[in-house]
């Protein structure tokens, strides 16, 4: 590799040659600050919080996107550069809606750092910024008031997510990140994936706060309230309270719910099981009877919505089955309290999702059962965290506790769901011991596994070919229907997730302060969930005793009218 | 003072889209002996010339042109670009050209793409022109009918149109890169450089761009000769410029002069003095983002060298004079208003430098202000000027610093809650 | 839809040409604006995002979201007027339309806009109404102007 040298802060470095000023400072370990820059994202060069000097060059430069060049001598901490700064975050602040202590974002905050760091305290400006626009119609909240306009959220929605419902509009002081007409998010074509909440440095993106709801519920003598608890929050939720990313928190979480006042707590990878239950015998239908292939998956909601507004032509391929947290809730509110003798209407369900578009989800009309919904409350991981702390439980002291029986019984397919290919691998699994009657060996796929944007592969079971593929990030996704719909591709069946990596980068999961680390902390997350599954009791679901017991007493069998009354649903073009 | 008409010579004496009348009067000329030179001959001329750019950034042009020759023919320039957007304050020359006499700017973007080999033209024109674009659309259409553009040019070979499009309403859309996205059909906000447009320009590929002033020069240095443009001016300038004398001048209007012309002469000489019998209180130079400067500097040649050697540009050659009735607090928040809202809103120190400027100077100006305001001024100016994405940001604090400069005494005033002109009302209300 | 049609034939539903569509649209809306069913249909027949559309229209100064009148006076606000009186001329205006900057006159005829230099410097102090510049103007010919188009309605 070539490389080249040149002097930072009087550090004699040599680093590869197309290095940015940026990535050479780090590698003398030297701390350049940073706001609009998310590396591989959005990399607009504009916010100018970065720049430097470097000698002999006109003007200062910003380190972010500034080449190195062989000789340079940088200075990143001269008067000049710290005075700039400081004019720059200033400027900034000025348009700021300060107002940290009741903020969300409050000691996560990129700008509240950057604040902090160099020292403000005064705000010399007077006027307030001019675009203030408070959209809380939907899961995701957007409050511009906070906007520092980075448009790091405009990159995700319509680079990477392909959804395109936000850009920058306007222009001078009026510039403003917006929807078209301003009109809510939930009125143009956002399909609540939350992404663009991940990357806002500050808090001017939001999920929607149902903790109210919850808090009420829990209150209410008359209310039975039941929680199920995603496979993703799990793996995340630890990082809310310092511990190591990719910490598994089951145990604690479950006495954390059991001290909130749940009445019981329950795991969403029996919906999860369910899922395949219902969708590999979808599969196999559809492959043995001519039926629309190929399948694809159904269970991520921002998936769901995203394929409602730009691939309508493809809703006959979506699979009929409701998702893992949806399925949960409709036996939660038939099948339990038929067993546990309670009624139905003081069923309360709430779920927590690492994802924000399960929000959007809960609340479909076409998904409620004699008038009642499946989930009545949706809160994300980090919600959950918040309300733990908010009751004053010592999180990290807490001991281990377990689920409750009946619909907390998981499996290792269950618990895969979380990563991309998790759904792909435990269909697998489950349609392999059908198609042989077996009760096969092999149980990793390790084909349809990684963080690869779109994975396929052709899986032999018992002489029957299966093509199949996995799309995580609605972008890839829309590349892969469109060489479907070039007729370039031939599958039987497809998983996509919206979120990049599954639902463990759901939009509800922590916030990283360090977003660079996303990868780092997707991969880790990633295989604590691999490590629950390879050390799970039963790794299929079709072995999940309560599901077998689910179908033994109330289903009958997987496609019967029952479950399609309870497990299935159907879709809404929106173009 | 010489009187070589280059630019204006058939300015009001043809019908502007006549082809016919713009030949009798000498015009094609300059393309007629073009197809007989080597492509690199006609660089050599303009490169003697000595024609710097006219939009502004006074970029050598036969060095421009050079190096757009230079990228080997594969990736070939594709595009010629004219920037016809004209949005600096002050500025109306390149409207005379267009109007009078534009096909003089399509013979020249034409020369060039015969040394380039470009097969696709663009006049961008600003949308506030749209009287104009149908001049050019139909100067276009005459030319191309009389085998000037189109098909197998003058029997070259040699094809070659040229497409009018119009801008909306954006100043930023005259900086290069933002007029390349608007061609595009997008927002004109500037892209980062490099890579520059000479390499990756107008769909990514490279893209030959010049104002209407300077494509205007390329006909008559072809015909006359580098050296002959070259000698109508002064040593390291040639030719001559087209000024806009505008403001509280007796005879406002667009003067061709050569290089060398003081701006004393063309303030007094070519525009009659200070109208009504007032004295003249400064000069803005160059347009709203140029510098402004007392009558110690008029004897300053219009000439790149001299100018620069006293701190002063050119710019677009916009001559705005203001006489003493005005206050210079006043005229500045005008000024500052007009790039507080012409500000692409892309990067920080432009989107939030510049309208915290003028909330500084609706304070100066209804007598809230404080010293530490003209220091914040100062300070703001310094960041602008230093880390700004474009030139727009990097430049608008031009005129803060130099009224700064020439008036402290007046910025003084207004700190104490005086306006000397009496033009501010230092009503003292909160805004 | 039909006017919106033949407008996106002529530019051959170029999308790099938008901009040249969304003009001509504003000015077959006969109220300087730019309707929203008109630019969501455009959206949709050039295949473009919605957000890159709004993005693109509000960025530009001279396009509207909102009905203007149908005639825009545009009264220039910057240096080279300024000095050249243009508050005069401003003042008058809304006197005489009986409107304030942004506003649009009852009767649906003119709207009355600020504007950033549009290069008529040297008739300074100077105002565009719709493709039509006055220059030089004194209060008698701002008045006399003014007439003429309210005759023409
Ligand atoms: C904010 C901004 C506005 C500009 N406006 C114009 C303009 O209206 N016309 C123009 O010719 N050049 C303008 N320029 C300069 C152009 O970017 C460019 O340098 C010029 O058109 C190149 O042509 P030239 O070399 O022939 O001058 C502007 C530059 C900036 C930064
Ligand atoms: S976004 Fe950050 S700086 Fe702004 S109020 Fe919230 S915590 Fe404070
Ligand atoms: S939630 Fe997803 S789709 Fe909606 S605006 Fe954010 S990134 Fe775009
Ligand atoms: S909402 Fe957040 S991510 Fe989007 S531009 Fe504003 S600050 Fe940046
Ligand atoms: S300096 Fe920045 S904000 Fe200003 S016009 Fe240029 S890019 Fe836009
Ligand atoms: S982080 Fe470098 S410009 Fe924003």
């Given at each position: 590799m070539e490389k080249i040298n040149l002097t930072i802060d009087g550090i004699d470095i040599s680093v590869a040659k197309g290095s940015t000023i940026l990535q050479a400072a780090k590698e003398a370990k030297v701390d350049i600050p940073t706001l609009c820059f998310l590396q591989g994202v959005h990399e607009p060069g504009s916010c100018r919080i970065c720049v430097v000097e470097v000698?002999?060059?006109?003007?200062?430069?910003?380190?972010?996107?500034?080449?190195?060049?062989?000789?340079?001598?940088?200075?990143?901490?001269?008067?000049?550069?710290?005075?700039?700064?400081?004019?720059?975050?200033?400027?900034?602040?000025?348009?700021?809606?300060?107002?940290?202590?009741?903020?969300?974002?409050?000691?996560?905050?990129?700008?509240?750092?950057?604040?902090?760091?160099?020292?403000?305290?005064?705000?010399?400006?007077?006027?307030?910024?001019?675009?203030?626009?408070?959209?809380?119609?939907?899961?995701?909240?957007?409050?511009?008031?906070?906007?520092?306009?980075?448009?790091?959220?405009?990159?995700?929605?319509?680079?990477?997510?392909?959804?395109?419902?936000?850009?920058?509009?306007?222009?001078?002081?009026?510039?403003?990140?917006?929807?078209?007409?301003?009109?809510?998010?939930?009125?143009?074509?956002?399909?609540?994936?939350?992404?663009?909440?991940?990357?806002?440095?500050?808090?001017?993106?939001?999920?929607?706060?149902?903790?109210?709801?919850?808090?009420?519920?829990?209150?209410?003598?008359?209310?039975?309230?039941?929680?199920?608890?995603?496979?993703?929050?799990?793996?995340?939720?630890?990082?809310?309270?310092?511990?190591?990313?990719?910490?598994?928190?089951?145990?604690?979480?479950?006495?954390?719910?059991?001290?909130?006042?749940?009445n019981k707590i329950f795991d969403t990878t029996f919906g999860a099981d369910l899922t395949i239950m219902e969708e590999g015998t979808e599969l196999l239908h559809r492959i043995n009877n001519g039926g629309k292939l190929p399948l694809i998956t159904s269970c991520s909601p921002g998936w769901v919505k995203f394929c409602e507004h730009n691939y309508s032509d493809f809703l006959d391929n979506l699979s009929s089955c409701r998702s893992p947290q949806q399925m949960f809730g409709a036996v939660a509110k038939s099948y339990y309290p038929q067993k546990a003798g309670l009624d139905a209407n003081k069923v309360f369900v709430v779920s927590v999702m690492p994802c924000t578009a399960k929000k959007f989800e809960a609340d479909r009309e076409e998904l409620k059962i004699n008038g009642l919904k499946d989930v009545d409350a949706v809160i994300t991981t980090r919600e959950l965290a918040k309300m733990i702390k908010q009751a004053g439980i010592n999180f990290n002291e807490l001991s281990d506790s377990y689920y409750d029986e009946l619909l907390g019984t998981s499996t290792g397919a269950g618990v895969i769901f979380a990563n991309t290919g998790g759904v792909m691998e435990a269909a697998l699994r489950t349609v392999a011991d059908i198609l042989t009657g077996e009760d096969l060996q092999t149980i990793e796929y390790h084909e349809v596994r990684g963080l690869e944007g779109t994975k396929e592969a052709t899986v032999n079971i018992n002489g029957m070919e299966l093509n199949v593929a996995i799309a995580h990030g609605t972008g890839n996704a829309a590349k892969l229907l469109d060489t479907i719909r070039e007729g370039k591709a031939d599958y039987h069946f497809i998983e996509v997730m919206a979120c990049p990596g599954g639902c463990i980068n759901g939009g509800g999961q922590p916030i990283l302060m360090d977003k660079s680390k996303t990868q780092e902390v997707n991969q880790l997350r990633a295989a604590s969930i691999y490590s629950l599954d390879r050390t799970a009791v039963k790794r299929k679901s079709h072995d999940n005793p309560e599901i077998k017991k689910i179908y033994a007493e109330f289903l009958d069998k997987p496609g019967s009218s029952k479950a399609h009354q309870l497990l299935h649903t159907h879709y809404i073009a929106r173009n | 003072m010489g009187n070589t008409k280059i630019l204006s010579s058939r300015f009001g004496k043809i019908k502007p889209d006549s082809v016919e009348e713009f030949v009798a009067a000498g015009g094609y000329e300059g393309l007629k002996k073009a197809i007989t030179m080597k492509p690199e001959e006609i660089i050599q001329e303009i490169k003697n010339a000595y024609l710097f750019g006219r939009g502004g950034a006074a970029y050598p042009t036969g060095v421009k042109w050079e190096q757009a020759y230079a990228i080997p023919l594969e990736k070939g320039p594709k595009y010629m670009i004219c920037n016809a957007d004209e949005g600096e304050p002050g500025t109306f020359k390149d409207r005379h050209i267009m109007a009078e006499d534009p096909l003089m700017l399509i013979e020249g973007m034409t020369i060039g793409a015969f040394i380039f080999g470009a097969k696709e033209g663009y006049i961008y024109c600003r949308g506030e022109y749209s009287g104009i674009q149908k001049i050019l659309k139909s100067a276009i259409k005459n030319a191309t009918e009389a085998g000037y553009l189109g098909e197998n040019i003058m029997g070259t070979g040699l094809n070659f149109n040229i497409k009018v499009v119009s801008g909306a309403g954006a100043y930023v859309c005259g900086e290069n890169t933002a007029l390349v996205e608007s061609i595009e059909g997008k927002t004109g906000r500037p892209r980062r450089k490099p890579p520059y447009i000479k390499n990756a320009g107008l769909n990514m590929m490279p893209t030959v761009l010049n104002n209407v002033e300077t494509y205007a020069c390329i006909p008559w240095i072809v015909k006359e000769g580098g050296e002959t443009f070259l000698s109508v001016g002064t040593e390291f300038s040639g030719g001559t410029k087209l000024m806009c004398l505008s403001g509280n001048v007796v005879q406002r209007g667009v003067y061709e002069v050569p290089f060398g012309t003081t701006l004393r002469e063309l303030i007094y000489g070519l525009g009659g003095g200070i109208a009504g019998g007032k004295t003249l209180k400064f000069v803005h130079l160059g347009g709203s983002s140029g510098a402004c400067f007392p009558e110690e500097l008029l004897d300053t040649k219009i000439c790149y060298n001299d100018l620069r050697k006293n701190g002063l540009s050119l710019g677009s050659g916009a001559v705005l004079v203001v006489d003493d009735t005005h206050c210079v607090v006043d005229y500045l928040k005008t000024v500052m208003e007009f790039f507080e809202d012409e500000s692409c809103g892309k990067c920080t120190p432009c989107r939030e430098g510049n309208r915290r400027m003028v909330e500084i100077l609706e304070k100066l100006t209804s007598g809230r202000g404080a010293k530490e305001d003209l220091e914040r001024l100062q300070r703001l100016a310094r960041t602008m000027r230093n880390t700004s994405f474009c030139g727009l940001g990097q430049s608008a604090p031009v005129p803060v610093t130099t009224l700064l400069k020439h008036f402290a005494a007046e910025f003084e005033a207004h700190v104490q809650g005086r306006c000397p002109s009496g033009k501010c009302s230092m009503s003292g209300v909160r805004r | 839809m039909e006017k919106v049609d033949e407008v996106l034939e002529k530019f051959r539903y170029a999308k790099e040409d938008l901009i040249q569509i969304l003009l001509e649209l504003q000015m077959l809306s006969g109220k300087n604006y730019l309707p929203q069913e008109w630019v969501e249909y455009v959206a949709k027949?050039?295949?473009?995002?919605?957000?890159?559309?709004?993005?693109?229209?509000?960025?530009?100064?001279?396009?509207?979201?909102?009905?203007?009148?149908?005639?825009?006076?545009?009264?220039?606000?910057?240096?080279?007027?300024?000095?050249?009186?243009?508050?005069?001329?401003?003042?008058?205006?809304?006197?005489?339309?009986?409107?304030?900057?942004?506003?649009?006159?009852?009767?649906?005829?003119?709207?009355?806009?600020?504007?950033?230099?549009?290069?008529?410097?040297?008739?300074?102090?100077?105002?565009?109404?719709?493709?039509?510049?006055?220059?030089?103007?004194?209060?008698?010919?701002?008045?006399?102007?003014?007439?003429?188009?309210?005759?023409?309605?």
């Open positions: 000698e002999g060059w006109r003007g200062l430069q910003p380190a972010c996107v500034t080449k190195a060049e062989e000789g340079i001598v940088v200075k990143t901490s001269s008067r000049l550069v710290r005075e700039t700064r400081r004019d720059i975050l200033e400027l900034i602040l000025a348009n700021h809606n300060r107002e940290c202590l009741s903020c969300k974002r409050n000691q996560k905050c990129e700008l509240q750092k950057l604040a902090e760091d160099f020292g403000i305290d005064s705000n010399y400006y007077e006027k307030k910024g001019t675009c203030v626009e408070l959209d809380q119609s939907g899961p995701v909240v957007r409050d511009t008031s906070k906007c520092v306009l980075c448009g790091r959220c405009v990159s995700v929605c319509s680079n990477i997510q392909k959804v395109n419902a936000i850009d920058l509009a306007y222009r001078g002081p009026n510039t403003s990140v917006t929807t078209p007409y301003e009109q809510s998010l939930s009125l143009r074509s956002c399909i609540n994936c939350g992404q663009c909440i991940k990357v806002c440095p500050v808090g001017a993106l939001q999920e929607r706060d149902d903790t109210e709801k919850v808090w009420k519920a829990l209150e209410d003598p008359e209310l039975h309230v039941v929680v199920q608890t995603a496979p993703a929050v799990r793996v995340a939720l630890g990082e809310e309270f310092g511990l190591p990313v990719g910490t598994n928190v089951k145990g604690k979480m479950v006495t954390a719910l059991k001290r909130l006042g749940f | - | 027949a050039l295949d473009m995002p919605m957000n890159k559309v709004y993005g693109v229209m509000t960025f530009y100064g001279m396009f509207s979201t909102k009905p203007r009148g149908k005639n825009l006076i545009e009264v220039c606000k910057s240096g080279p007027c300024h000095v050249s009186g243009s508050q005069g001329i401003e003042l008058m205006l809304e006197k005489e339309l009986a409107i304030k900057p942004g506003e649009t006159t009852d009767d649906g005829l003119f709207t009355l806009e600020r504007s950033n230099c549009f290069g008529a410097c040297d008739i300074a102090p100077a105002i565009k109404i719709g493709e039509k510049v006055y220059g030089n103007l004194t209060p008698d010919s701002l008045r006399a102007v003014i007439k003429s188009y309210r005759e023409e309605a």
